[in-house]
Each structure stands twice: as structure tokens, then as C-alpha cells.
């Protein structure tokens, strides 16, 4: 099956700063979403972008498909970024054999 | 976008005995997931939901385990049968829609599991 690595696993900022993360995948993929998981525990779809680019204010993501990796930027860091940032890709479509990576830990604080 | 809603939402229960989990949609929705997180870890796709017809199970999952319903578009329940502590997780339902955003995954909120 494919294989999901993301980098780093732990990230610590300080409010205000700005990161990438990274996303990197064993094989061809038609379906890529980028999700935050809350300390709550909730989780919410931040992108679709199985490639290209797309912004949704002080984020932003890229996938470059034909290399197998998608970055996930942070700009101006708050404190309800923190939580675990999750890549996930599959070959099909509406999330069938969703494969989950391991997830970036982020932290940011005040 | 898809509201979804699920009962428990936490449970501690006696090795051996069985959980069942509901997972309620806001609108009709044609693919319904059942995902795993164990502590600490990422998601595990458990099965896809199919209304109409048996679940369809991701490797290392099986039906006697975790038996799934799905009477209609809305509505799909997960059993967790004959448990045991390893079965202490947080279990999600998830759906799939397509949009103007793309294909966009919403979660519910998660039932936590805890097996003693």
C-alpha cells in the first residue's frame, strides 16, 4: 500500500513565526487532504489538493504530484494553530483506502 | 460542507462485552468511513460503510470484530465486539462529499473507547 512520511513529527514556535511541513508519499495519488486535529481532538479539513496550489488565508499549501511530496506553510503562527496536522492520500476518490501519515505535532506558544 | 454527530461520545466498558457507536449525518451522503486512532497515533481506516450492502474492511480488520450498519444515507453504526484493552481508542465516522473545494473529508467528533 502507499506510505505516508511526514516532517518534522514535533514543531515548537513562538507566536508570530512562521513553518512548513512536510508531506511525503510512496506512490501516485488522485486524492490529497491536509486536516488539523485540535487538542480537542477535532478534526477539520483544511485543504483538498491532490496538486497545485491553494490558499486559504495564513495558509497556504503546494503538491507537486510527479515528485510525491506536499508542503503545508504556516504564516504568522497563533496559539489555535497548535494541534497535529495530519496528511492523507488515496487513489480513489471521497476518501476510499484514505491513508493517514503519522502526523507534525506543532506547538505555539504565546 | 456536512455536520456529523456521534453517540457516545465516551464510554468505559468491561472486557468481553460489546459497544455500539452511531454515527449521525446532517445531509444525505453516499460514502461513510469508519477510522481507529489509538492513542498517541494517526488514523486507521477501519471500513467504508455501504448502504444497502456489507461494509467493505480495510486490511487487518474484520466483520466479527467490528461489525458496521448502514440503513440509509444518514445514519451508520460500528460495533466493537468482545473487547479488549488493545480496543481502547478514539473511533471516528467520517464522510466524503465533493464540492466547489473538491473532494473534502469531514470528521465527526469521536467516540473515546476505554477497555478495562
New interface residues.
Given amino acids: 500500500?502507499i506510505q505516508v512520511e511526514q516532517s518534522p513529527p514535533d514543531l515548537i514556535l513562538q507566536e508570530g513565526a512562521n513553518s512548513t511541513l512536510r508531506c511525503n508519499f510512496s506512490d501516485s495519488v488522485n486524492?490529497l487532504?491536509w486536516?488539523h486535529q485540535n487538542p480537542w481532538?477535532?478534526?477539520i479539513?483544511l485543504f483538498?489538493i491532490?496538486s497545485g496550489t491553494k490558499q486559504n488565508g495564513r495558509l497556504s499549501a503546494t503538491t507537486v504530484a510527479t515528485e510525491r511530496y506536499s508542503l503545508l506553510y504556516i504564516s504568522s503562527s497563533q496559539t489555535t494553530d497548535s494541534g497535529v496536522y495530519?496528511c492523507?492520500v488515496g487513489r480513489s476518490?471521497?476518501?476510499?483506502?484514505?491513508?493517514?501519515?503519522?502526523?507534525t505535532r506543532l506547538s505555539v506558544l504565546p | 460542507s456536512a455536520v456529523i454527530s456521534q453517540k457516545p461520545s465516551r464510554d468505559i466498558c468491561q472486557r468481553g462485552t460489546s459497544l455500539t457507536i452511531q454515527c449521525q449525518v446532517d445531509s444525505q451522503v453516499?460514502?461513510m468511513?469508519w477510522y481507529r486512532q489509538q492513542p498517541g497515533?494517526?488514523?486507521?481506516?477501519i471500513a467504508?460503510a455501504n448502504q444497502g450492502s456489507e461494509a467493505t474492511y480495510?486490511?487487518g480488520f474484520v466483520i466479527d470484530k467490528f461489525p458496521i450498519s448502514r440503513p440509509n444515507l444518514t445514519f451508520s453504526t460500528l460495533t466493537v465486539s468482545n473487547m479488549s484493552p488493545e480496543d481502547s481508542s478514539?473511533y471516528?465516522c467520517?464522510v466524503?462529499?465533493?464540492g466547489s473545494?473538491?473532494?473534502?473529508?469531514?470528521?465527526g467528533?469521536?467516540t473515546?473507547l476505554l477497555v478495562l
Fill in positions: 500500500g486524492n487532504q486536516f481532538g477535532q478534526l479539513n483538498y491532490p495530519f492523507a476518490n471521497y476518501g476510499q483506502n484514505f491513508v493517514f501519515g503519522p502526523g | 453516499t460514502m468511513f497515533q494517526s488514523l486507521t481506516l467504508t480495510e486490511s478514539i471516528l467520517s466524503g462529499t465533493s473545494l473538491g473532494e473534502t473529508q469531514y470528521f467528533p469521536g473515546r
